[in-house]
């Protein structure tokens, strides 16, 4: 998902990626986005800090509340 540049339907599903280099997919093109989305969200859930509970870490390093 990451190295794709753009997405054509013509009617074959075409990618072309970043190297310019060119794919020609099974899927459609609704699907392809549809699964490009679901993987960049998947990276920013693992990416996303978990919530404290104990209030620590809430500051700064070097900060008194």
């Given at each position: 998902?990451?190295?794709?540049r753009t997405?054509?339907?013509?009617?074959?599903?075409?990618?072309?990626?970043?190297s310019g280099?060119?794919?020609?997919?099974?899927?459609?093109?609704?699907?392809?986005?549809?699964?490009?989305?679901?993987?960049?969200?998947s990276l920013?859930?693992?990416?996303?800090?978990?919530?404290?509970?104990?209030?620590?870490?809430?500051?700064?390093?070097?900060?008194?509340?």
């Amino acid at each position: 998902a990451e190295l794709i540049r753009t997405v054509e339907e013509t009617p074959d599903t075409l990618l072309t990626l970043i190297s310019g280099d060119r794919i020609v997919v099974r899927e459609s093109m609704k699907e392809v986005v549809r699964r490009a989305v679901a993987y960049g969200r998947s990276l920013r859930r693992l990416a996303a800090p978990e919530p404290s509970s104990t209030g620590e870490g809430d500051q700064p390093a070097g900060e008194a509340a």
